[in-house]
């Protein structure tokens, strides 16, 4: 293999549609110019403290006149730690179809930019909303709930005791690197579910522990109707089931959304993606490139996908990988062989819904 | 960060911006996270302005800082935090579409070390010595890492790889 093979492999696994970048050269600046106007603060600050403290050690080694005797403990003993999460049933499940939290405040502005769920794990983030022909610089606050024994995010990074949500046990998160710009709460709720809260890049210079907690006391879990998408299937694949649900809300104008889902079973896995033909320099990419007809809608179908285009709208329905990597459809050879759910039935009860206001539970 | 340097470096960085776009996503064969880590390499390269800027080689200094984070990114516990999609939506209209997941499962199944040492060495053009100053390591880890990587990529695409769909 040479280099220029190498090359061609790395060219050719960048021929993916990018989403808007949620990067940006404005946000770089204006988090640098915190960081730069902190760390004069801190210089400062420190300068003060170390006078202070010079200042001190001068008075403590003066001679006293008469020793004052030890009355009481201290009062500086370590922080309570929080409370410990009550045993917890180990079939809890999400079921993905659901919303399963409800924040009952969060900052004025902010707007749901994303949900995800699947029986583990499920989250939402919200953002500002970005001027119009702008992309926004991505979720400002994050709620993430994960069943008991999941992996939480940050579970090495130090914690300290953070006052109690709704009489729980609540920490802070302290990544390193992380500033004070950003706060990460966690507790949990009866039965053992945990909760993770990023609060991030909040304007208005606020005191963003403050507004973290405001938000962690107004969170309820449970269910709270369907995570709505803008398609909907008429069936599921035979021997598979729901293994995820997720949209994304983008309000700028070159993709208002993503949303799709997955199905697992049987050794492989079906994977649903459903998106706006993007306005982008995309060459013909995402031209229609038709090969069969599917309910009268123009579509490409091969071994292992089907590509849907409904006008403005396109769906891709792809057969995927085992997640434990153990499938049969794992090997690229091979996928002739694999059980294949029916793509084209999967595709064939297909409905878009591109307006928000239309959109609806994806099964049933 | 006087004025004029904020200037020089919002000119420096919008060339090359898309540029080092892509090159996250190779790292992170992930949009998303590409972006997160795009993100942090921009303002750490704001903060480091002057010393980026009298660098020997800028470029070379900026992809230094981007595989850096990305493997700091990738030791986080959080790099697995709030995987906002199930599977990548990244999944292009394609109709050579199997070969090209085949090529970004090769990809993604690389270690980040063996991964960020391919994305420098052929797609950032950097040397064995630059790509070893940008990873920490020795130039025969670099090397030998390289030699790893494309070992697994043969095996995941079969030999000869060919580019024809």
């Keep these: 293999m040479d280099p220029e093979e190498v090359r061609r492999i790395l060219d050719r696994s960048l021929e993916v549609p990018a989403p808007p970048s949620s990067a940006s050269i404005l946000t770089a600046v204006a988090l640098g110019r915190r960081r730069v106007h902190r760390r004069r603060l801190a210089a400062g600050a420190s300068a003060g403290i170390m006078v202070i403290m010079i200042a001190g050690l001068v008075l403590a080694l003066q001679p006293r006149q008469s020793a004052v005797p030890a ?3 201290s009062t500086t003993s370590a922080m309570p730690p929080p409370t410990s999460s009550p045993p917890t049933p180990a079939s809890a499940r999400f079921d993905p179809r659901f919303i399963h939290a409800h924040i009952g405040w969060i900052p004025p502005g902010l707007q749901l930019a994303s949900r995800e769920a699947s029986a583990l794990t499920y989250a939402s983030s919200y953002q500002y909303k970005p001027p119009s022909g702008r992309h926004a610089d991505g979720p400002v606050v994050t709620l993430r709930l994960s069943q008991p024994g999941q992996p939480e995010p940050e579970s090495d990074a130090p914690t300290t005791f953070a006052s109690a949500v709704n009489g729980r ?5 302290q990544p390193p690197g992380e500033d004070a710009t950003t706060a990460i709460l966690r507790w949990s709720f009866v039965g053992g579910v945990s909760a993770t809260l990023t609060v991030a890049g909040l304007r208005g210079g606020v005191d963003v522990q403050q507004v973290a ?8 879990i449970g269910t709270f109707g369907p995570i709505t998408t803008p398609f909907h299937l008429a069936s599921v694949p035979a021997d598979m089931s729901l293994s995820s649900v997720w949209v994304q809300i983008q309000d700028d104008a070159s993709r208002a959304w993503e949303s799709g889902l997955t199905f697992a079973g049987g050794g492989a896995g079906v994977n649903v993606h459903v998106f706006p033909k993007p306005d982008c320099a ?8 038709q090969n069969t007809t599917i309910n009268g809608t123009p579509a490409w179908m091969s071994d292992t996908s ?4 409904f006008g403005r709208v396109i769906a891709e329905i792809t057969l995927t990988p085992d997640r434990d990597r153990s499938g049969p459809a794992n090997d690229p050879t091979n996928h002739a062989t694999v059980a294949s759910p029916n793509l084209a039935d999967l595709a064939a009860g297909m409905t878009v819904y591109p307006n928000r206001a239309d959109w609806r539970a994806p099964l049933g | 960060v006087l004025a004029n340097d ?7 960085v919008v060339g090359r911006f898309d540029r080092w776009r892509r090159t996250a996503y190779l790292l992170c064969q992930d949009w998303h996270r590409a972006d997160d880590v795009l993100q942090t390499t921009l303002t750490r390269l704001y903060l480091h302005w002057r010393r980026a800027r009298a660098a020997d080689n800028t470029d070379a200094y900026v992809h230094t800082m981007l595989v850096r984070v990305f493997l700091a990114e990738g030791r986080r516990a959080w790099a697995r935090r709030v995987s906002l999609v199930a599977e990548t939506p990244d999944a292009a209209v394609e109709h050579d579409h199997d070969l090209r997941l085949t090529v970004q499962q090769a990809l993604r199944g690389l270690p980040a070390g063996q991964r960020a040492a391919l994305v420098l ?9 630059q790509t070893a100053e940008a990873l920490g390591c020795a130039t025969g880890t670099v090397k030998s890492k390289t030699a790893r990587a494309l ?5 995941a695409l079969g030999v000869p790889y060919t580019t024809e769909a």
Aim: hydrophobic share 35%; proline share 0%.
């Design chain 1, 71 to 73: 009355m009481r403990a």
């Design chain 1, 169 to 173: 046990g609540a920490v802070w998160i």
């Design chain 1, 213 to 220: 907690h405001r938000i962690a006391d107004s969170v309820r």
């Design chain 1, 282 to 289: 995309c060459g013909n990419k995402f031209d229609t490139v």
């Design chain 1, 306 to 309: 089907v590509t849907l285009y």
């Design chain 2, 6 to 12: 904020e200037s020089e470096y919002t000119a420096y």
């Design chain 2, 121 to 129: 060495r052929f797609y950032c053009d950097m040397s064995v010595e």
């Design chain 2, 151 to 155: 070992t697994s990529l043969r095996q």
